[in-house]
C-alpha cells in the first residue's frame, strides 16, 4: 500500500483553462474528488498581486490548497520576484518553470538566489523533445548550475515524448530521486508520426504503478497534480476516471 506524497495529488488548472473564473474552477477540483491544485497562468496574474490575494481567498475558501504556480517561464527579468511573492501569500513551496537557451545563463543564478530568499524549490518542467529543457543532458547542466534549489517537475506524457529510451519516467526518478520536486501525472498514447494523444493516466503508455512504486522508493515529497490536456470544454469526467485510476494504486498495487 502506498502511503506517501506520490498520492497525494491535486490537479492543474491548465485542465479546465475553457473556464476563466475561478470560483468555477474551485466547484470543479471539488467535484473531480481533490482539493489542491497548481495555478496556471490562464488564472492568475503572477505579477499582479493584489489580483493574486482575491485568487488565494477563492480556493482557501473551498478548502482548496494551492501547492505549485505556474509553468512559468523563467529568462531573469526583475519582476519575476512577483512570482516568489505570490508563493509566499499562498503558501506554496513550488515553481514549475521553463528556463530557455538564449536566457538560462543570467536567469538560473538569479532564480536560486530567489528561490533561496522564500525557501521554496523550483521544478523543471519536462517538456518534450522539441522543448529547451526537455531531454537529460540539459536538464542535468542546469540542475548542476543551479544545485539544490533547481529540480525536476516529471510531467510524466512529455518525458515519454522523447522516447523510450532516454524518457522512460521511471528512470528518471531513479537517477534523480532527491531532486523530483514536482510531478504532473499525464499520459499519452502515439502514432507512427509521432503525434501524442492524451489519454487517462496508466491506461496509455505511462506504466502508472512502475512509477508511483520508484517515487515511493525515492520518498518522493514533492507536490503532484494529476494533467488531462483534453475535453476542455468539459474535463470533469476524465479528470475524475484519472482521479480514480490513481486511488485504485493504493489497493492494487
Not at 538560473?108 to 519536462?126: C, M, N, Q, S, Y
Request: with cysteine.
Amino acid at each position: 500500500n502506498f502511503m506517501g506524497k506520490a498520492l497525494d495529488f491535486g490537479v492543474q488548472s491548465y485542465c479546465f483553462r475553457n473556464f476563466k473564473d475561478n470560483k468555477d474552477v474551485a466547484k470543479k477540483v471539488k467535484e473531480i474528488g481533490v482539493n489542491s491544485i497548481e495555478l496556471c497562468g490562464v488564472h492568475a496574474n503572477f505579477n499582479d498581486i493584489a489580483g493574486w490575494k482575491d485568487v488565494v481567498k477563492i480556493y482557501q475558501d473551498a478548502g482548496i490548497s494551492i501547492v505549485s504556480i505556474g509553468v512559468q517561464t523563467f529568462k531573469g527579468n526583475d519582476t519575476e520576484r512577483d512570482w516568489f511573492e505570490c508563493l509566499k501569500i499562498s503558501g506554496a513551496k513550488h515553481i514549475s518553470a521553463h528556463f530557455t537557451i538564449d536566457t538560462y545563463q543570467t536567469a538560473i543564478p538569479k532564480t536560486v538566489k530567489l528561490a533561496d530568499e522564500f525557501d521554496v524549490r523550483v521544478g523543471i518542467h519536462l517538456h518534450g523533445g522539441y522543448q529547451f529543457g526537455g531531454s537529460p543532458d540539459v536538464v542535468n547542466h542546469l540542475m548542476a548550475l543551479g544545485g539544490n534549489r533547481i529540480g525536476i517537475n516529471i510531467d510524466t506524457a512529455w518525458c515519454m515524448q522523447i522516447g523510450p529510451y532516454r524518457g522512460n519516467p521511471v528512470d528518471w526518478v531513479k537517477k534523480n530521486p532527491n531532486r523530483i520536486y514536482g510531478v504532473h501525472y499525464k499520459d499519452f498514447t502515439f502514432e507512427p508520426n509521432g503525434k501524442w494523444n492524451d489519454v487517462i493516466v496508466g491506461t496509455g503508455s505511462l506504466n502508472l504503478p512502475a512509477f508511483v512504486s520508484a517515487l515511493e522508493e525515492a520518498n518522493f515529497d514533492g507536490m503532484a497534480v494529476i494533467e488531462y490536456e483534453a475535453n476542455p470544454e468539459n474535463p470533469v469526467p476524465a479528470l475524475k476516471e484519472c482521479v480514480n485510476k490513481m486511488r485504485e494504486l493504493t489497493v492494487s498495487v
